[in-house]
């Protein structure tokens, strides 16, 4: 069973900002595209970001022009700057590819 580990997560007030990190095996990393998901209690998990190993980025309409994926590949790392944080972003957050398991996530709290 093969996860990544994420990283970063916390308590912020609205309108704040939280950096998440991702870090997984090197021989999985940098043969596939990277993604964020995330999980509100209750609701299913949905794609927030993505990231090909070339760079080219997509973003759930949810999270347009306040997240941006980016990846490290020299430190097997993908990061996932969150701007402007809403309440209604508040989940726990994993990271994922297609060789990978689901992880623990990291919580991401957002107060009003």
């Known amino acids: 069973q093969v996860q990544f580990v994420e990283s970063g997560g916390g308590l912020v007030q609205t309108g704040g900002s939280l950096r998440l990190s991702c870090v997984g095996p090197?021989?999985?990393?940098?043969?596939?595209?990277m993604g964020w998901y995330r999980q509100a209690p209750g609701k299913q998990r949905d794609m927030v970001a993505t990231?090909?190993?070339?760079?080219?980025?997509t973003y759930a309409d949810f999270v347009k022009g306040r997240f941006t994926i980016f990846r490290d590949n020299a430190k097997n790392t993908v990061y996932l700057q969150m701007n402007n944080l809403k309440p209604e972003d508040t989940a726990v957050y994993y990271c994922?590819?297609?060789?990978?398991?689901w992880g623990q996530g990291t919580q991401v709290t957002v107060s009003s």
């Open positions: 994922k590819n297609s060789y990978a398991d």
């Open positions: 090197e021989n999985l990393f940098k043969i596939d595209g």
């Open positions: 990231i090909t190993p070339a760079g080219v980025r």
